[in-house]
């Protein structure tokens, strides 16, 4: 950066606020952060730009694509193959971690670390798809809901109070048991946690548009003839998301839990596929004799979550031109 | 100020009614909060009308009303001969770019995640035939220009100006579109005194400019002298005097109109002395509820019988020189300053 004068960025304090008159006497200020001048900048590509500069985003990126390539090429990662049931050898059951079997064995006498490596694609299949399909459902109703108010607000959100009013663990056991065969278990997991999953989101997108949809700026749209679609998705949706954010990477966290829950409770994904959830499950009975089977998946879900919290909130604060 | 003869907007009646509601599913209107209720007046090119009241007296419904922000419950807005309030659709939206707002507060009307640039930008995204898509640009930065900031700041956040520059952009925005009509509902009100100046003086020149006309409405009687060609006087809904802001400010005929300005601070402490102080007793009633007739006899030290039973229309009254709505009509030049 080599500009003639200081560089003022978004942060420092304006040093012109006090005489407006006079901004347009220097005219040599650059943007500071603007790489090329007269390049239109949006919230979006400032906010790409932010983000790629963003350490926090970059090791949770990093984290995330790793953890990508490993649910999608396990082998890449480990050469035992855990489905191959001869790997497993029942008279070491339980044995510490030893050359070849960094993480131990099962109460099976499987290798924990091909069983972590290759559970990471069911896991992280239902928590991503689960938490997407949630927050599309939840956040489009939410806006429509909050921005429309009247008949439909009425009616959506009473819609949603009775989703909200089933217990989340025993109407997916009940979603999940019902359909059970008839279709692939993970996909089964994915819609019984979204049928009961989307009513958060969608409460906190309503409540956040009802703020937002109340500000000048809105009615300042309106008088210039914007129409619903852009009220919707240019003014309120970017002024409503952060919240929404914050409980959607939560969320991914809650439902790689659910889905062992309901593992464990005989539906969802069941032995011999295997997902973190169903080893944790597993493990947890002889969990003070032998912790690592346990230990090892939950640390794998724990940098999940973590990562995906961490992406969640790089991108809630580079959305927030406040906080750049 | 450039004044034309030629008239561009012509509200007729206007009435504004917000029902009061009671029940959950099955709503019974049990009352209206009558918030505009019969304003008429016109609007020449060039010119500026300035609007006062105390608060709640209907300023701001009615600039809504004008914006088509709110349907009216009765009458008409006719602007260059087209009813806007009755208008639809693709001609409402074509309306709209000769009707534009300048709004009060600079800290909430702008979108706080949008670049300066789209902001200004955001009327010829929506008004597309308006500007080619690659003039855009340059038409933002010289919409800038024009409004007293630095062309190079189209990529900066609202968050990043004071409130005076602020203000600057949200009437930037309204210049956008070209429009002949600029209501300001009270643009000034949330900045400092000093920057209120600034803004003061910016509208005027851009009305030079462009030969536009202002509504200009504020609860400060001092601002809307300066700017204004006229000034119509709200009480409850209503115009109770309508003319010239000599004949306003100087020789006001309206007991309200008086009491108001005799309210204005007064920087000399001279003419401090100088002037009448006239204390209104209580708050204004409900507009739920107004009184009967006048609707300032609650008020007023003149009322008589008649103000209760008849209600004073707007007009020219024998003694005086501009509409008023007072059975007693009289001028009286309260403030003795010049």
């Given at each position: 950066?080599?500009?003639?004068t200081p560089?003022v960025?978004?942060g420092?304090?304006?040093?012109q606020?006090?005489?407006?008159?006079t901004t347009t006497a220097?005219?040599k200020e650059?943007?500071s952060?603007?790489?090329k001048q007269?390049?239109?900048a949006?919230l979006w590509?400032?906010a790409w730009?932010?983000l790629?500069?963003?350490?926090m985003f970059i090791?949770?990126?990093?984290i995330?694509?790793?953890?990508?390539v490993m649910s999608?090429w396990?082998s890449l990662?480990?050469?035992i193959?855990?489905y191959n049931?001869?790997?497993?050898?029942?008279?070491?059951?339980?044995?510490?971690?030893s050359?070849?079997?960094?993480?131990g064995?099962d109460?099976?006498g499987?290798?924990v670390?091909?069983?972590?490596?290759?559970g990471?694609?069911n896991?992280?299949?239902?928590?991503v798809?689960?938490t997407?399909?949630?927050?599309?459902?939840?956040g489009?109703?939410?806006?429509?809901?909050g921005?429309?108010g009247?008949?439909?607000d009425t009616?959506?959100?009473?819609?949603?109070?009775i989703?909200f009013?089933?217990?989340?663990i025993?109407?997916?056991l009940?979603?999940?048991?019902?359909?059970?065969?008839?279709?692939n278990?993970i996909l089964?997991?994915?819609?019984?946690?979204?049928?009961?999953?989307?009513?958060?989101?969608y409460r906190?997108?309503?409540a956040?548009?009802?703020?937002?949809?109340?500000?000048?700026?809105v009615v300042?749209a309106r008088?210039l003839?914007?129409?619903a679609?852009?009220?919707m998705?240019r003014h309120?949706l970017p002024?409503?998301?952060?919240?929404?954010i914050v409980v959607a990477?939560?969320n991914?966290?809650?439902?790689?839990a659910?889905e062992?829950?309901?593992?464990?409770l005989g539906v969802?994904?069941q032995?011999?596929?295997?997902?973190w959830?169903?080893?944790i499950?597993d493990a947890r009975n002889?969990?003070l004799?032998a912790?690592?089977?346990?230990v090892f998946?939950a640390v794998?879900?724990s940098?999940?979550v973590?990562?995906?919290?961490?992406?969640?909130d790089?991108v809630?604060d580079?959305?927030d031109p406040?906080l750049r | 100020m450039?004044?034309g003869?030629?008239?561009?907007?012509e509200?007729?009646?206007l009435?504004k009614h917000?029902?009061?509601?009671q029940?959950?599913?099955f709503?019974?209107q049990?009352?209206?909060?009558?918030a505009?209720?019969?304003v008429?007046?016109?609007l020449n090119r060039?010119?500026t009308l300035g609007?006062?009241?105390e608060?709640?007296?209907g300023?701001?419904?009615?600039a809504?009303v004008?914006?088509?922000?709110?349907?009216?419950?009765s009458?008409?807005v006719?602007?260059n001969?087209?009813d806007?309030a009755k208008a639809k659709?693709g001609?409402l939206?074509?309306?709209?770019?000769?009707?534009q707002m300048?709004m009060q507060?600079p800290y909430?009307?702008l979108?706080?995640r949008m670049?300066?640039?789209d902001i200004?930008?955001e009327?010829?995204?929506i008004?597309t035939?308006?500007?080619p898509k690659?003039?855009?640009?340059k038409?933002?930065q010289?919409?800038?220009e024009?409004?007293?900031?630095?062309p190079?700041?189209?990529n900066r956040?609202?968050?990043?100006?004071?409130?005076g520059q602020?203000?600057?952009?949200g009437?930037a925005?309204?210049?956008?579109?070209q429009?002949e009509?600029?209501v300001?509902?009270?643009?000034?009100?949330a900045?400092?005194?000093s920057?209120?100046?600034?803004?003061?003086?910016?509208?005027?020149r851009?009305?030079?400019?462009?030969n536009?006309?202002y509504?200009?409405i504020?609860?400060d009687l001092?601002v809307?002298?300066h700017i204004?060609?006229r000034?119509?006087?709200m009480?409850l809904?209503k115009f109770?005097?309508?003319?010239k802001?000599a004949?306003?400010y100087d020789?006001?005929?309206?007991p309200?109109t008086?009491?108001?300005?005799?309210?204005?601070?007064?920087?000399?402490p001279?003419?401090?002395e100088?002037?009448?102080?006239?204390i209104?007793q209580?708050?204004?009633?409900?507009?739920?509820?107004?009184?009967?007739?006048?609707?300032?006899?609650?008020?007023?030290?003149?009322?008589?019988?008649i103000?209760a039973?008849?209600e004073?229309?707007?007009q020219?009254?024998?003694g005086?020189?501009h509409e008023?709505?007072c059975?007693f009509?009289e001028?009286?030049?309260?403030?003795?300053?010049?």
């Amino acid at each position: 950066m080599s500009n003639p004068t200081p560089p003022v960025g978004p942060g420092l304090p304006e040093t012109q606020t006090l005489i407006p008159d006079t901004t347009t006497a220097p005219g040599k200020e650059k943007e500071s952060k603007q790489g090329k001048q007269g390049k239109p900048a949006s919230l979006w590509t400032d906010a790409w730009y932010d983000l790629r500069r963003r350490p926090m985003f970059i090791i949770s990126v990093i984290i995330i694509l790793v953890l990508l390539v490993m649910s999608f090429w396990p082998s890449l990662f480990s050469s035992i193959d855990p489905y191959n049931a001869r790997t497993c050898d029942l008279s070491t059951a339980r044995q510490g971690p030893s050359p070849g079997h960094l993480f131990g064995r099962d109460n099976l006498g499987c290798d924990v670390y091909a069983r972590t490596i290759y559970g990471a694609r069911n896991s992280i299949v239902i928590g991503v798809f689960t938490t997407l399909v949630t927050t599309l459902i939840g956040g489009l109703l939410g806006i429509i809901a909050g921005f429309r108010g009247g008949m439909v607000d009425t009616i959506s959100s009473r819609v949603t109070e009775i989703f909200f009013a089933i217990p989340s663990i025993l109407g997916a056991l009940l979603i999940a048991a019902t359909f059970r065969g008839r279709y692939n278990s993970i996909l089964l997991v994915i819609i019984a946690l979204s049928v009961l999953g989307w009513p958060m989101v969608y409460r906190i997108m309503r409540a956040a548009v009802i703020t937002a949809k109340n500000q000048d700026f809105v009615v300042a749209a309106r008088a210039l003839g914007a129409g619903a679609g852009r009220i919707m998705f240019r003014h309120l949706l970017p002024n409503s998301l952060a919240p929404v954010i914050v409980v959607a990477t939560i969320n991914l966290g809650t439902f790689i839990a659910a889905e062992a829950a309901l593992s464990f409770l005989g539906v969802g994904v069941q032995s011999p596929d295997i997902s973190w959830g169903l080893m944790i499950a597993d493990a947890r009975n002889r969990f003070l004799e032998a912790p690592l089977p346990l230990v090892f998946p939950a640390v794998f879900l724990s940098i999940t979550v973590l990562a995906f919290i961490m992406m969640g909130d790089a991108v809630r604060d580079a959305l927030d031109p406040k906080l750049r | 100020m450039a004044s034309g003869s030629e008239r561009i907007l012509e509200v007729r009646d206007l009435v504004k009614h917000f029902p009061l509601t009671q029940g959950i599913v099955f709503k019974k209107q049990i009352g209206a909060i009558k918030a505009v209720d019969g304003v008429s007046f016109d609007l020449n090119r060039g010119e500026t009308l300035g609007i006062v009241g105390e608060s709640g007296c209907g300023k701001s419904t009615l600039a809504k009303v004008l914006m088509a922000l709110e349907r009216p419950t009765s009458g008409s807005v006719v602007i260059n001969g087209r009813d806007i309030a009755k208008a639809k659709g693709g001609e409402l939206k074509r309306m709209r770019r000769n009707i534009q707002m300048v709004m009060q507060d600079p800290y909430t009307s702008l979108n706080p995640r949008m670049t300066v640039g789209d902001i200004i930008g955001e009327p010829y995204e929506i008004h597309t035939d308006v500007a080619p898509k690659g003039d855009r640009r340059k038409r933002v930065q010289d919409l800038l220009e024009v409004v007293g900031l630095n062309p190079d700041h189209i990529n900066r956040y609202p968050h990043q100006f004071s409130g005076g520059q602020r203000q600057r952009i949200g009437i930037a925005r309204g210049l956008a579109l070209q429009p002949e009509i600029i209501v300001c509902d009270e643009p000034v009100s949330a900045l400092d005194v000093s920057i209120q100046a600034q803004v003061i003086n910016l509208l005027e020149r851009l009305q030079n400019e462009f030969n536009l006309a202002y509504i200009f409405i504020a609860h400060d009687l001092s601002v809307v002298r300066h700017i204004s060609d006229r000034v119509g006087v709200m009480y409850l809904g209503k115009f109770v005097e309508l003319g010239k802001d000599a004949e306003i400010y100087d020789r006001p005929a309206h007991p309200y109109t008086q009491a108001l300005l005799s309210a204005v601070p007064v920087p000399d402490p001279e003419g401090r002395e100088q002037r009448e102080r006239i204390i209104l007793q209580g708050d204004p009633p409900s507009p739920a509820n107004p009184p009967s007739g006048c609707r300032f006899r609650t008020r007023c030290w003149k009322a008589q019988e008649i103000c209760a039973e008849e209600e004073p229309l707007l007009q020219i009254r024998p003694g005086t020189t501009h509409e008023s709505a007072c059975h007693f009509a009289e001028t009286h030049d309260v403030v003795h300053v010049s």
